[in-house]
């Protein structure tokens, strides 16, 4: 299995190379892709977009002149309106913002609460805290556990690229339910979670 | 660079001591600037001018909370990213709650007499690729792909961890890589 720590540095200096015309540590970088396929195919694809991307949109000729006045003008109007924002709202959103609150009440109401929900964080074994810990538990890479989940069949398989499950680069965009798993699944992963 | 930015900084201080031609000669400065970062991340040329806009009303209101700690430009980038973000969120909401027709491509107005129907080809495919992303990946994308900018920089702009956004990144790289691969093989 490839050391998905050394992808993870090299992916950043070939970013460094081709986005930012930083040529530095080039040896380092051909010496990796050429054992390392997956890498490689990175630092191609992003050559192959960088002239693509390059481009800079500006404001049509015909619009140049009068956006500021247009600015001025809106902030002009902004200044005389006579009603309040929040305590005064436009009528064309009244209705909506009624009904926003109908279904979010609804929302809340009948709203399922996951038991957990596993991020998987390959980057730098480090725990994420993207979301509330209240409602998530989270896993670091931990190559034993996730082949056990996986010969399971425990993950379902909405998510984002499943080969990158192994060699995958930034793993912090998998995520997991846990609908299906057993109560003994779940304590066991959370046991190994206390010795991760 | 720095004699931008001190111009940048002179222009807010005689704005916030009252003059507001001052504000003008700012959103002039800026305002292609902002057009290209909204055009972008909304992907379209209206969405854009309307976005673009609303970046200097808030402006208006907010400079004077504007500490100086970084560059201008910087702050700039993070109110016409969240403001753009906040636009296609809000037409996302209103075409949930039926007040505006469905998803349709608006007309770009552009007026690109220098550019080639070729190089304009590629840049509707890859607007068209763009849209097709998840918001934050489009923006990320973005604001790293063809603004050139940091990791950490982007970090401080949308308020994501740096990890976050090289996952982001790279699936998007992966996308659009994939998507413009299969459009260049029907062709």
């Given at each position: ?196 | 660079?720095a004699a931008s930015h001190r111009e940048d900084n002179e222009l807010i201080d005689r704005f916030l001591d009252g003059d507001e031609q001052a504000f003008n000669v700012l959103v002039r400065k800026h305002q292609d ?27 208006y209101d907010r400079l004077s909370s504007f500490g100086k700690s970084s560059a201008f430009t910087t702050w700039l980038y993070r109110v016409a990213a969240n403001e753009s973000l906040n636009l296609i969120r809000s ?97």
């Open positions: 299995m490839k050391n998905n720590k050394d992808c993870s540095a090299i992916r950043d200096m070939i970013e460094e190379n081709v986005l930012r015309e930083n040529s530095e540590k080039h040896a380092e970088i051909h010496k990796h892709i050429a054992s390392c396929i997956e890498c490689g195919k990175y630092m191609a694809d992003l050559v192959m977009l960088q002239p693509a991307t390059g481009y800079h949109y500006a404001l049509p000729g015909s619009e140049k002149g009068k956006f500021s006045a247009l600015v001025r003008t809106r902030i002009e109007a902004r200044k005389n309106r006579n009603w309040k924002p929040v305590l005064a709202v436009r009528p064309a959103f009244q209705i909506a913002l009624m009904m926003l609150v109908v279904v979010s009440v609804v929302l809340y109401l009948f709203r399922s609460e996951p038991e957990h929900l596993f991020v998987l964080d390959q980057t730098d074994l480090e725990f994420m805290t993207i979301y509330s810990p209240e409602d998530y538990a989270y896993i670091v890479y931990d190559e034993e556990l996730m082949s056990l989940l996986y010969e399971e069949t425990l993950f379902e398989e909405d998510t984002y690229m499943p080969e990158y499950w192994y060699n995958g680069y930034y793993g912090n965009e998998y995520f997991y339910g846990t609908d299906g798993l057993t109560d003994e699944e779940i304590d066991y992963i959370i046991q190994r979670l206390g010795e991760v | 660079m600037f902002v057009y290209n970062v909204s055009r972008k991340i909304t992907g379209n040329h209206e969405d854009a001018i309307e976005s673009a806009q609303r970046v200097f009303v808030k402006l037409r996302k909401l209103k075409r949930w709650f039926g007040l505006e027709d469905a998803e349709k491509e608006l007309p770009s107005s552009d007026d690109t007499p220098f550019e080639s129907m070729l190089e304009e080809e590629k840049k509707e495919q890859l607007d068209r690729v763009l849209k097709t992303l998840p918001d934050r990946q489009r923006t990320v994308f973005v604001l790293r792909m063809s603004e050139g900018l940091s990791y950490q920089e982007i970090s401080d702009i949308l308020g994501v961890s740096t990890g976050s956004l090289k996952a982001s990144f790279f699936h998007a790289v992966k996308k659009i890589t994939n998507a413009l691969g299969k459009i260049y093989e029907e062709q």
